[in-house]
């Protein structure tokens, strides 16, 4: 469909559950997509589940971890 073509989706919690279930959508629909994990272990398996998504290790409850997804795209 492409309603989201051009569009970059930053998903907390993104490694998991309805979060994966997100990005797998937003995917479909042509955003790039970034999510957030809180493990090492959860972000490889979204690196698994997710192959052309960008995963990162990030805490968004931690102010210091999440400045890991403060840069730019």
Known sequence: M????????????GTGGM???????????????IVTGSSNASAEAARKEL???EVI???A???A???K???PC
């Not at 492409?2 to 919690?13: H, P, Q, S, V």
């Open 69 to 71: 997804i403060d840069r």
């Open 19 to 33: 979060g994966a279930a997100t990005a797998k959508r937003f995917k479909v629909e042509g955003a790039a997509v």
């Open 2 to 13: 492409n309603t989201l073509k051009n569009k970059i989706a930053l998903i907390t919690g």
């Open 57 to 59: 290790v990030s805490d």
């Open 61 to 63: 409850g931690d102010a």
């Open 51 to 53: 192959p052309d998504v």
């Open 65 to 67: 971890s999440a400045k």
